[in-house]
């Protein structure tokens, strides 16, 4: 398979994760579908790494920045599941599907790197596309308060950090399984930490069997878009593959309207912010 197509793989199954999160997120929690996901992830990866030969010999300083990457993709699912909690699927998959703005934002300021024409459009549709998906909610979601609209645009940050380190850890040792795995296990320790410091009613657990189920197609779905996500990175730059990758709101907006009917409403102007912020990521990728 090419990077490509493992790309476009990781959009499918990330937007499926979210989908399925919104469903069980009807009878429980983010912080529940943040612990099944990471218990998913963890304990899948690691018997994967044992069935296919056991633990590589790879470059220390690769496995210190996937378990960085692990402690943030932690961040990236708390941050998501909430966002997908207060705002739907769909509108919380287009605001974090920005992180290509955020990472070319971070080459621009520090970097001090040129934005070209492409780059300047495609901000441009990006923040249109902002502006269409965060258009008066509240008509659709009486609970909306406009921090809510944070929690995707963090995520993203986060994501749009993690990828070009994911891309610089595999140069050093070329092992997307064995990394995937890391990345559970130091996303685990992560959540330990964060249940031990947060506030009881941020870290509460409800286990609904309701939920259960769609909770476990969530972390199935997440683990294979993260192994998928290394494994394309693993093969090509992060230039060809984020950009294919960021197509994921298009699928979760296609998930919502076939699986989440009567939970979210989706309108013309999250449809067309969502295709406008879509188009955006691809015009800032290619011209970065």
Same mark, same amino acid.
Do not use: D
């Given at each position: 398979?090419?990077?490509?197509?493992?790309?476009?793989?990781?959009?499918?199954?990330?937007?499926?994760?979210?989908?399925?999160?919104?469903?069980?997120?009807?009878?429980?929690?983010?912080?529940?579908?943040?612990?099944?996901?990471?218990?998913?992830?963890?304990?899948?990866?690691?018997?994967?790494?044992?069935?296919?030969?056991?633990?590589? $010999?790879?470059?220390?300083?690769?496995?210190?920045?996937?378990?960085?990457? *692990?402690?943030?993709?932690?961040?990236?699912?708390?941050?998501?599941?909430?966002?997908?909690?207060?705002?739907?699927?769909?509108?919380?998959?287009?605001?974090?599907?920005?992180?290509?703005?955020?990472?070319? *934002?971070?080459?621009?300021?520090?970097?001090?790197?040129?934005?070209?024409?492409?780059?300047?459009? *495609?901000?441009?549709?990006?923040?249109?596309?902002?502006?269409?998906?965060?258009?008066?909610?509240?008509?659709?979601?009486?609970?909306?308060?406009?921090?809510?609209?944070?929690?995707?645009?963090?995520?993203?940050?986060?994501?749009?950090?993690?990828?070009?380190?994911?891309?610089?850890?595999?140069?050093?040792?070329?092992?997307?399984?064995?990394?995937?795995?890391?990345? *559970?296990?130091?996303?685990?320790?992560?959540?330990?930490?964060?249940?031990?410091?947060?506030?009881?009613?941020? $870290?509460?657990?409800?286990?609904?069997?309701?939920?259960?189920?769609?909770?476990?197609?969530?972390?199935?779905?997440?683990?294979?878009?993260?192994?998928?996500?290394?494994?394309?990175?693993?093969?090509?730059?992060?230039?060809?593959?984020?950009?294919?990758?960021?197509?994921?709101?298009?699928?979760?907006?296609?998930?919502?309207?076939?699986?989440?009917?009567?939970?979210?409403?989706?309108?013309?102007?999250?449809?067309?912010?969502?295709?406008?912020?879509?188009?955006?990521?691809?015009?800032?990728?290619?011209?970065?």
């Amino acid at each position: 398979m090419t990077a490509q197509f493992i790309a476009f793989l990781t959009a499918i199954f990330y937007a499926s994760a979210l989908v399925s999160a919104r469903r069980g997120m009807k009878y429980s929690t983010p912080v529940t579908v943040t612990c099944v996901s990471v218990i998913v992830q963890t304990v899948t990866l690691w018997t994967a790494v044992f069935l296919t030969g056991g633990i590589p $010999r790879v470059s220390p300083t690769a496995v210190w920045l996937f378990a960085i990457v *692990g402690v943030t993709q932690l961040g990236v699912r708390l941050l998501a599941y909430t966002g997908v909690h207060k705002i739907g699927a769909s509108r919380s998959s287009s605001l974090q599907a920005i992180s290509p703005l955020i990472s070319a *934002g971070i080459a621009i300021v520090v970097l001090h790197e040129e934005a070209g024409a492409a780059v300047v459009l *495609g901000t441009l549709l990006v923040v249109g596309g902002i502006i269409l998906v965060s258009w008066r909610p509240e008509e659709q979601i009486p609970t909306f308060r406009w921090w809510h609209l944070l929690f995707p645009i963090a995520a993203a940050f986060l994501t749009g950090m993690n990828n070009p380190i994911r891309r610089y850890a595999l140069s050093l040792s070329n092992e997307p399984l064995f990394f995937a795995a890391i990345m *559970g296990s130091a996303s685990s320790i992560g959540f330990l930490i964060y249940l031990a410091l947060s506030p009881s009613t941020e $870290r509460r657990l409800v286990w609904n069997r309701k939920a259960i189920w769609p909770f476990l197609l969530t972390g199935v779905f997440e683990t294979l878009s993260i192994l998928f996500i290394v494994t394309a990175l693993s093969m090509g730059s992060v230039v060809v593959v984020a950009p294919i990758a960021a197509t994921y709101p298009v699928w979760a907006i296609l998930g919502t309207v076939l699986f989440l009917r009567g939970l979210e409403q989706i309108n013309l102007l999250t449809i067309l912010g969502t295709l406008s912020v879509v188009t955006g990521t691809i015009s800032i990728h290619l011209g970065h």
